[in-house]
């Protein structure tokens, strides 16, 4: 079995920064592409950044500039800071991660159950 856990995310004012973290454990052969989605209230689930195992990323237009996506293969986590953060920018922020848990599978997508980030003043 696997399981994603988010921590990080919290209150901050317009123009502070986060940094979350993910956690994958359990049953883990390999993971492949790594990302974070939020979803604010009333809206659907939106792609903020994801990385694939060879560190390669990819960005939503309106977070490029303020928020970097890594990874640390060793420890199976994933990391999103961001800066300069809006009111926009609130909202339950999910971990996904493609994992394979054994030699010859196909990878499955794992999500965490989300940590809220609120930008307010």
């Known amino acids: 079995q696997v399981q994603l856990r988010e921590s990080g995310g919290g209150l901050v004012k317009p123009g502070g920064s986060l940094r979350l973290s993910c956690a994958a454990s359990?049953?883990?052969?390999?993971?492949?592409?790594m990302g974070w989605y939020r979803q604010a209230p009333g809206k659907q689930r939106e792609l903020v950044a994801t990385?694939?195992?060879?560190?390669?990323?990819n960005y939503a237009d309106s977070v490029k500039e303020r928020v970097t996506i890594s990874r640390h293969n060793g420890k199976n986590e994933v990391y999103l800071e961001m800066n300069i953060l809006k009111p926009d920018d609130t909202g339950v922020y999910y971990c996904k991660a493609d994992i394979v848990t054994s030699w010859g599978s196909s990878p499955s997508g794992y999500w965490g159950p989300g940590t809220q980030v609120t930008v307010s003043s």
């Open positions: 990385i694939t195992a060879g560190g390669r990323t």
């Open positions: 359990g049953s883990i052969f390999r993971i492949n592409d």
